[in-house]
C-alpha cells in the first residue's frame, strides 16, 4: 500500500516513527532527548530555588509559610498543584498565578528558567490569587 508522505504526496520512502526500520547504510539513528531530558540536562543537579508566594485580591487564602525552596527541573504545574493542596482548594475552585505581577506561565514552563528571567531578591516572587487580579 502507498503511503502519504508528511506534504500529502504519494510513494514517500519515508517510514512512520517506531516501525523499526534502520536508514539506508545499517546506521542507526540518534535518539533526539525529551524536553525533560533537555532541561535536566543543562540545570545543575539538585539546584533550588527560593519561591515567595504572595496573596493578591480581597478574600484570596494566605499560606503561613510564605517561602519555600523548589527543585529547578520542576515544571510550573508542580507550583500549581502545591498551591491548590496547601490552600486546600478544590479543583472547581478557581486559582490565578502570575510572574511579576503581569502573566500567568505555562504550566510546562521550566521553574529555572522563570527563575533567571524574573528574579527578585533571589527569590521567583509569585502571585495567586483567587479572583482575576492582573490581565
Known amino acids: 500500500p502507498d503511503r502519504m508522505d508528511p506534504e500529502g504526496g504519494k510513494g514517500s520512502k519515508k517510514t512512520l516513527e517506531g516501525e523499526g526500520k534502520a536508514p539506508e547504510g545499517g546506521e542507526k539513528e540518534e535518539k533526539k532527548p525529551s524536553m525533560d531530558e533537555a532541561i535536566k540536562s543543562r540545570i545543575q543537579e539538585g539546584k533550588k530555588v527560593t519561591v515567595h508566594f504572595r496573596a493578591s485580591g480581597g478574600n484570596t487564602p494566605i499560606l503561613k509559610r510564605k517561602k ?4 529547578a527541573t520542576h515544571q510550573f504545574s508542580f507550583i500549581i498543584a502545591f498551591l491548590r493542596r496547601n490552600l486546600k482548594l478544590k479543583e472547581s475552585h ?41 490581565g
Request: include cysteine; hydrophobic fraction near 35%.
Open 68 to 71: 519555600f525552596k523548589v527543585k
Open 94 to 134: 478557581s486559582l490565578f498565578y502570575y510572574i511579576a505581577q503581569s502573566f500567568s506561565p505555562s504550566p510546562e514552563e521550566c521553574i529555572e528558567d522563570l527563575f533567571n528571567c524574573f528574579k527578585l531578591n533571589d527569590e521567583l516572587v509569585v502571585n495567586y490569587c483567587t479572583t482575576n487580579c492582573w
